[in-house]
């Protein structure tokens, strides 16, 4: 064979505004075909350029699209992107498979040379390919659209069964319970120079006072989620055994949501205009200086941490729909994305 003319180690490609590294894919006579480096590559060397060579770049692909429609670039019909990695080439076919939810993603792409296929193997789809941060979600995210998303991967419309219907109305309700206690948290964290006791002044009246209100919505919203979580044996079959600390801590939030819900009560110190019965626990929802220096709601012998115990139930209520939603995983044709 003749000396190399040449060397190569990087290619322009369309979209990029600088030169990407390649290594050799293949030769077929004089087209070179090569692919882009992956992160998972190590160092590779150069590749020799000999007289009437054609270098030709595979194209990469790292992921591919779950869509609820089979139209081409009808992007209200997508649901979520998930990783693919290689499983095997055959000649001018490359197979890849979906990377499961739990895998660690070390970067590898599929190349599929020109003109070449891409089949990817029947695969199922989990919840956590959605709510994890490639997919849109993540801990800290709203879990309704979540499920929303979810939903739509079944063979019927959302809103179509009691059980969508059911999930998605107590991941509002969490939604909306973490929203308000984010905000309860900004607003303590602002307070935290105050000395407790003087609520004084607009600007300090005003914060205390939208703090009080946020607590008062986000404990109503957070006991009726955990309510909703902790009837899904009862109410949907087939759920999973609901975590015992939920059901340790439902009466204590269901007797300071009644208390909130009915707070025109407590302010006369009673547990019901009706009956005229004197709760001596009813004012302890007026002190607002405990609230801000205890970070804590306190309903007689009931108490709620907002430090350290909401954030705890706000994730294991949060876990648990999605455990109930996702009993199985969801079996699925991908379509790849379109250049």
């Not at 108490?303 to 009993?327: D, M």
Request: some cysteine; overall charge negative; aromatic content about 6%.
């Amino acid at each position: 064979m003749s000396e190399p003319i040449g060397w190569m180690d990087r290619v322009w490609i369309e979209g990029s505004d600088e030169p990407v590294f390649v290594t050799l894919l293949e030769r077929r006579g004089h087209d070179v075909i090569v692919r882009q480096l992956d992160p998972s590559d190590t160092a590779v060397e150069r590749i020799p350029i000999y007289e009437g060579d054609r270098p030709i770049i595979a194209t990469a692909v790292s992921h591919a699209g779950i869509n609820t429609t089979a139209t081409v670039g009808d992007t209200s019909g997508f649901v979520v992107g998930v990783l693919v990695v290689p499983t095997a080439r055959h000649g001018d076919t490359v197979t890849a498979r979906v990377l499961g939810p739990d895998e660690v993603d070390d970067g590898r792409r599929v190349h599929v040379p020109p003109n070449g296929n891409l089949m990817l193997e029947s695969i199922d789809i989990h919840i956590e390919h959605l709510d994890r941060p490639d997919g849109g979600g993540g801990p800290a995210t709203p879990l309704a659209p979540i499920l929303w998303r979810w939903f739509q991967l079944s063979d019927t419309p959302v809103q179509s069964t009691s059980k969508s219907r059911y999930l998605i109305a107590a991941a509002r309700r969490l939604d909306l319970a973490l929203g308000l206690f984010s905000d309860v948290d900004l607003l303590v964290a602002g307070m935290a120079s105050w000395d407790a006791a003087a609520v004084a002044g607009p600007e300090r009246t005003r914060q205390v006072l939208e703090l009080a209100g946020k607590v008062e919505l986000a404990s109503v919203a957070l006991s009726r989620a955990v309510e909703m979580a902790a009837s899904c044996p009862t109410t949907l079959a087939g759920s999973p055994a609901v975590p015992s600390r939920l059901e340790e801590v439902r009466p204590g939030l269901t007797a300071i949501r009644n208390a909130y819900e009915h707070i025109e009560d407590r302010a006369f110190n009673l547990k019901g205009q009706r009956q005229k019965v004197v709760d001596t626990d009813a004012l302890a929802l007026f002190d607002f200086p405990a609230l801000i220096a205890d970070r804590r709601i306190s309903y007689g012998e009931h108490k709620l941490g907002l430090s350290e115990q909401v954030p705890a139930l706000l994730s294991i209520t949060r876990e648990y729909l999605k455990r109930v939603a996702s009993v199985q995983p969801v079996r699925r044709s991908v379509g790849l994305p379109q250049d």
